[in-house]
């Protein structure tokens, strides 16, 4: 029962092609988040939703849109890729309450784009 | 412009010693701090928070220490055992944006 799962877990792709990664949540929880980590280790959010709407929009090219079609899943749909997408890509999840603001990440998904 | 840093790539330590992992930030409107440890081809996993009204919280064998002042914060793990071995990312925030701001994460190598 993994709390907050993505598939897939590899996704290895041509310039130019549109994917998309899944995310979802068993949690309970109402914010999802999608970081990025590039080839530097950085991890930097990209996008937040919470209830299923948008919270946080990082500079982040409108090639990329989240889509939360309920507050226990945060998908992100990657068009027109670029090399330079290439990077593990992490869900996580959040609920506010009691002055906590841990995250809960999942395993990431490692995109290549050839 | 990095607003947390952790100037150290790498640090090793014997089994049973002290680890003590650090973690700079530049940001005064941070109020929050958070360690997470990170294992090859996993996601990060929470480690310990603390909040700025406090300089230390504790969990078990880990202490993480709050110096306001000197905006740095540190990591404490004793005794420190092989399977701690990871990569431990610092992460701050500042309100109840949601948004973490992370460090470029330490390797921590513990040798039995």
């Known amino acids: 029962d993994t709390a907050v799962s993505q598939t897939p877990k590899y996704l290895v792709t041509q310039m130019g092609n549109d994917k998309s990664i899944k995310c979802e949540q068993n949690?309970?929880?109402?914010?999802m988040y999608w970081y990025k980590q590039d080839s530097k280790k950085f991890l930097k959010i990209m996008f937040s939703y919470n209830n299923k709407e948008l919270i946080i929009n990082e500079t982040v090219p409108n090639r990329f849109s989240p889509k939360s079609p309920d507050k226990a899943h945060l998908n992100l749909h990657i068009n027109s890729l670029e090399l330079g997408d290439s990077a593990v890509y992490f869900c996580?999840?959040?609920?506010?309450?009691?002055?906590?603001?841990?995250?809960?990440f999942g395993p990431g998904t490692r995109l290549t784009v050839l | 412009d990095q607003q947390v840093k952790q100037n150290s790539p790498s640090l090793s330590v014997q089994e049973g010693r002290i680890s003590i992992l650090n973690c700079d930030y530049t940001n005064s409107m941070f109020d929050y701090f958070l360690w997470y440890k990170k294992y090859p081809a996993e996601g990060p996993t929470f480690l310990i928070s603390i909040s700025s009204i406090k300089d230390k919280n504790e969990d078990g064998r880990f202490t993480v220490f709050l110096n306001k002042s000197a905006k740095h914060l540190s990591l404490h793990i004793v005794p420190s055992q092989p399977g701690d071995s990871a990569v431990y990312f610092c992460a701050a925030s500042a309100g109840n944006t949601g948004k973490l701001i992370f460090g470029q994460g330490t390797t921590l190598q513990v040798k039995p």
């Open positions: 949690l309970g929880h109402d914010t």
């Open positions: 996580a999840s959040s609920q506010e309450g009691l002055g906590r603001r841990e995250q809960f």
